[in-house]
């Protein structure tokens, strides 16, 4: 139900995702602080990693620990002002046996310092071979045509670079629901996810929110056991540490579950961001637990930005595009009208015509009390009172709502009305208006699979919205009586015409004023 809904996403916003006190088992933390870089905090795997436990560690200053020039080299990656998170150390412990070579990643966060542990790439060997697949990925995916096919190019790549079982761009709305444009999938896997859409509850908002600044994420194994870090007894240490820009920060109990729950063992994810915000997420999914080695994680983190900038380059592309075909479509609607009487008229029997400037399902033209449509368009008794209801509302000359049940109460939510409406004032006092019609969106929706049949066997007590599918059955619930928003450029085109044709309007007046004088 919807309240339940609703309950879900404030529940799962108000998590404090960036602190969660844990961290996965697949690397180690130490926290630093001081004039001398003293270990404040450590995680209590510590020994696996640095083959010291973790009490030991705590109050002990760094070069202790690794020695004059390590420490150095520490100090300079640690003061500089910009630091990238694209640099980790390598680093080897000179009086202990550590049990295996390791990179440290380093961020600094409230004056502390913070230093990941984690297995290193074994094979170096393999850069050369692993350079020419990251080059051909750069190539295909400058290549590809329109943002679909760039997005169907990226999941194939991103998928071969990760040797992931499953590869998907998640591309979010204008409301962060989230629908899964393209897919690229093992052999032996079928398609599963194409076009399936997600309601925004599934990555709330301060999840996505850090997603913004951390642009790529790991989680070798969804069924790992979370490892708590000490501090020192300190009162300072008492509070929970900022994990925002940690790799190995423990993940949302509730994602793991929704991943078991999906069959995912292991994910990678990539942010896709358009002018700073996100636009969509790759998604990769593994059956087995699966670790991304840092110098690996850099290469898709870039691949990642190599996407972001071939999207920003066709949407700018198909906005210019848009543009374009708007205004060369505009004089072929009013030659139209010219040969028409009323002219109005003319607006829907140009073809290419008025679902040609703006995508929509049906348009209706209103004029003293008479219309005509093309397209699905609702019965005109329904359109009159539309018409009405935009004059007695005086809901101004351009008036676009992609949730119209909502806002206008002679609109049933039924399965046939209109669920967005784009309407033009042409003359209030006359209830002359031109209309586009969108349908609600979940008639809209392609299934990829039966979507009777459930996905997985799944475990029947866990919470039943985390499975994917009832998670689609949410997200049909959240746009009930909803439409496809419509674009800012859409709204402008059609305000656009609005002016050209009230030109019209008013010669056509005149001429025949001039008739009957
Ligand atoms: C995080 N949810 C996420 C992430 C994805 C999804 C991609 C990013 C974390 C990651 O795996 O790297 C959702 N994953 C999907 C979807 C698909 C997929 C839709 O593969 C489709 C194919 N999630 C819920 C509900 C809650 C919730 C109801 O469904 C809350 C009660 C929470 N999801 C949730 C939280 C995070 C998350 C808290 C953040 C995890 C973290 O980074 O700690």
């Known amino acids: 139900n919807a309240a339940g809904a609703r309950e879900a996403t404030t529940d799962c916003e108000g998590e404090p995702i960036h602190m969660p006190g844990t961290i996965q088992p697949h690397g ?15 995680s209590c795997n510590s020994a696996e990693f640095l083959g010291i436990p973790p009490e030991a560690l705590l109050g002990r200053p ?36 550590a049990t295996r070579p390791f990179d440290a990643l380093f961020h600094r966060v409230n004056g502390e310092l913070v230093v990941e542990l984690e297995p290193t790439a074994d094979a170096d060997g393999e850069f050369g ?39 998907m761009v998640y591309r979010f709305d204008a409301e962060w629901n989230g629908e899964v444009v393209a897919e690229s999938h093992a052999d032996d896997l079928p398609p599963t996810y194409l076009g399936l859409h997600f309601p925004a509850s599934d990555i709330p908002a301060q999840a996505r929110r850090l997603y913004e600044t951390t642009l790529i994420r790991a989680i070798p194994d969804a069924r790992y056991v979370p490892v708590g870090v000490v501090g020192l007894d300190d009162p300072a240490i008492g509070s ?5 820009g940690c790799v190995l920060r423990s993940v949302s109990p509730m994602h793991l579950e929704y991943l078991r729950n999906m069959g995912v063992a292991a994910t990678l994810t990539i942010s896709i961001l358009r002018d700073g915000r996100l636009w969509g997420l790759i998604a990769c999914h593994h059956r087995r637990p699966r670790a991304i080695p840092f110098d690996r994680r850099v290469t898709c983190e870039f691949f990642g930005q190599v996407i972001a900038a071939q999207v920003a380059i066709r949407e700018d592309g198909e906005e210019r595009a848009y543009r374009l075909g708007a205004s060369a479509l505009r004089p072929r609607l009013l030659e139209q009208m010219a040969r028409s009487t ?44 539309i018409a009405e209801w935009l004059a007695r509302e005086e809901a101004g000359v351009v008036f676009a709502t992609d949730a119209l049940p909502d806002r206008c109460p002679v609109v049933g939510a ?19 208006y031109l209309m586009w019609f969108r349908p609600g969106r979940e008639r809209v929706v392609h299934w990829a699979g039966d979507p009777n049949k459930p996905m997985l066997p799944g475990d029947p007590t866990g919470p039943a919205r985390l499975h994917p599918r009832r998670s689609f059955d949410l997200w049909k619930q959240t746009v009930r009586g909803r439409s496809e928003p419509w674009k800012p450029r ?10 050209a044709v009230l030109g019209v309007l008013a010669s056509e007046e005149q001429l025949q004023d001039r008739a009957r004088r």
């Open 490 to 499: 859409e709204v402008a085109a059609a305000a656009e015409l609005r002016g």
């Open 28 to 42: 180690a933390l130490l926290v630093l602080g001081g004039p001398d870089l003293v270990v404040r905090r450590a």
């Open 62 to 97: 760094l070069d202790g620990l690794l020695g004059p020039s390590q420490t150095a080299q520490l100090w300079m990656v640690a003061s500089d002002p910009q630091p990238s998170r694209f640099n980790a150390v390598k680093l080897s412990l000179p009086d202990v046996v």
């Open 414 to 432: 039924s399965a046939e009305a209109p669920a967005g409406l784009l309407a033009l004032e042409l003359s209030r006092e006359r209830r002359s």
């Open 342 to 385: 009323p002219s109005v008229w003319g607006l829907i029997q140009a073809r290419p015509g008025l679902l040609d400037l703006i995508d929509a399902g049906g348009a209706a033209v209103v004029r003293e009390g008479e219309c005509r449509t093309v397209g699905v368009s609702p019965g005109e008794p329904a359109i009159l009172e």
């Open 129 to 167: 071979a692993y350079y020419r697949t990251v080059q051909r990925a750069t190539v295909r995916l400058q290549s590809a045509g329109d943002v679909a096919d760039l997005c169907e190019v990226a999941a194939e790549e991103v998928r071969r670079v990760t040797g992931f079982d499953r590869a």
């Open 240 to 244: 929970q540490l900022d994990m925002s």
